[in-house]
């Protein structure tokens, strides 16, 4: 077992950084074709819903000058964004992942990271999971739920016995509020996690039978990983904050702590990045436990912060 690399809003963002030159819009259906093209290992994308209750993939609530929530779903793909794109559904997202899963033959399924968003989304989402599993031959068992809010999980969990879910953990809760440093939520590496926060993680792992643990790559220590072990969970990362060396740093000691756990123990490891050839370089020298040279893996670091 590896570490699997899955595309940030498809293809990595397109907002807010400066590496989207030749990207398509992010979370849209030509951005999911980039990513796999790329050698992305599965996507991971947000939903909102519509006026009218429809599951949409998007980051936020106010978008490209609008308020998707007040919308109705025919309004909101009328948005034309670059690259002759627009804002998909969620239904036309799984299609799409679905029907590229079909034509992998020999290659493992797409891993799909929905990240659920907004207010009383997880039924509409998980209706339209149903639908496309049915019609389309989605296999449910590739879908991963995540949120930082625990109590869309557990609305998860009551509907479906079966799905992967992964609590969202955010850095400001695995550790005292005073140790943040802002910008970029950084925690120097000697700081300890909350007892409590670790022992809630715990304890809502095991309730709800979650599947990983979805947390910034930066945060990851050698408890979290005998944690996750204990539990017998695997996790879901992502690199987050500020590129600084030292940044960069705590991220490739976290990759070869979780290559080695994957290897081990077996269990599914996903990378979330912007970039995805960034992404498999750095992994792979966090593999081979042999530091690639320091200036390429800062220029492939700086490529990954989301």
Do not use: W
């Amino acid at each position: 077992m590896t570490i699997k690399i899955i595309g940030h809003r498809g293809n990595g963002r397109t907002t807010e950084t400066p590496f989207a030159e030749g990207k398509a819009p992010q979370q849209t259906l030509l951005s999911f074709i980039q990513a796999i093209e790329n050698g992305a290992e599965g996507v991971e994308f947000d939903v909102f819903l519509t006026r009218d209750q429809i599951p949409v993939v998007i980051d936020k609530d106010m978008a490209f000058g609008h308020i998707i929530s007040e919308m109705d779903c025919v309004d909101v793909q009328r948005i034309l964004l670059p690259m002759g794109q627009r804002i998909p559904t969620l239904r036309d997202t799984l299609i799409l992942l679905s029907g590229i899963n079909e034509s992998r033959e020999d290659m493992d399924d797409l891993f799909i990271n929905i990240e659920l968003k907004g207010p009383n989304v997880v039924k509409p989402t998980m209706n339209v999971v149903d639908g496309v599993a049915a019609l389309y031959r989605l296999k449910k068992d590739t879908i991963y739920y995540s949120a930082t809010d625990r109590q869309k999980l557990s609305d998860v969990r009551m509907r479906d016995a079966y799905a992967n879910i992964q609590p969202t953990i955010l850095t400001m809760e695995l550790f005292a509020p005073e140790k943040v440093h802002q910008p970029g939520y950084y925690v120097s590496p000697r700081t300890a996690y909350n007892k409590a926060a670790l022992g809630d993680l715990r304890q809502y792992i095991r309730d709800m039978d979650c599947c990983a643990i979805d947390v910034p790559t930066t945060d990851i220590r050698p408890q979290l990983i005998e944690t996750a072990n204990d539990l017998g969970v695997g996790f879901c990362t992502h690199p987050s904050g500020p590129r600084r060396f030292v940044d960069c740093e705590k991220t490739y000691n976290a990759l070869t702590m979780l290559y080695q756990y994957a290897a081990k123990s077996g269990r599914t490891v996903a990378f979330k990045v912007d970039d995805i050839a960034a992404g498999r370089t750095v992994v792979n020298a966090a593999s081979n436990q042999n530091k690639a040279p320091v200036p390429m893996l800062e220029r492939a670091m700086g490529t990954l912060f989301i």
